[in-house]
């Protein structure tokens, strides 16, 4: 049922991992490096605190890396009073075009690259990478 893999080993973005992480429904913004490389690329890369269906506790988490390539458009904004901090809806990818849309703030299933540039925080680019981290308890105290 499930692929095999290695903590830090570099995934492409699919149904397995969409369905092993819950689609990072109510998953935790930990970390977003924006890098700009020689030649004018940029890639963007957000650190998620996810719940992980292949763990045996309720309370197990584990630290995932999305990883987007050539970042042609890229948009993250938090209002005063807000946060997009908690991904409530999750985790949008979107294929189109030879282009990949990963939306993460708040969203419901954007169908199209320009609903996903309504949202407040996004990274439109080439290609997206996937490496999962370490896995650990969550202590709600």
Known sequence: MSPLFSAGELLPYNDYIKERFFNFYDGLLSRIDVKYQSGGSITVAID???KDASLASEAARTNVKV??????????????????????QGLNVLHKDNLVAVEFGGLDEPGTIEKVRESEAFAIGEDIRI???????????
């Open 48 to 50: 998620i605190i996810a």
């Open 67 to 88: 990883i987007v390539k050539i970042v042609h458009e890229f948009k993250i904004m938090e209002g005063r009073h807000t946060t997009i901090q908690v991904l409530s």
């Open 131 to 141: 490496i999962v981290g370490d896995q650990f308890i969550h202590d709600n105290q």
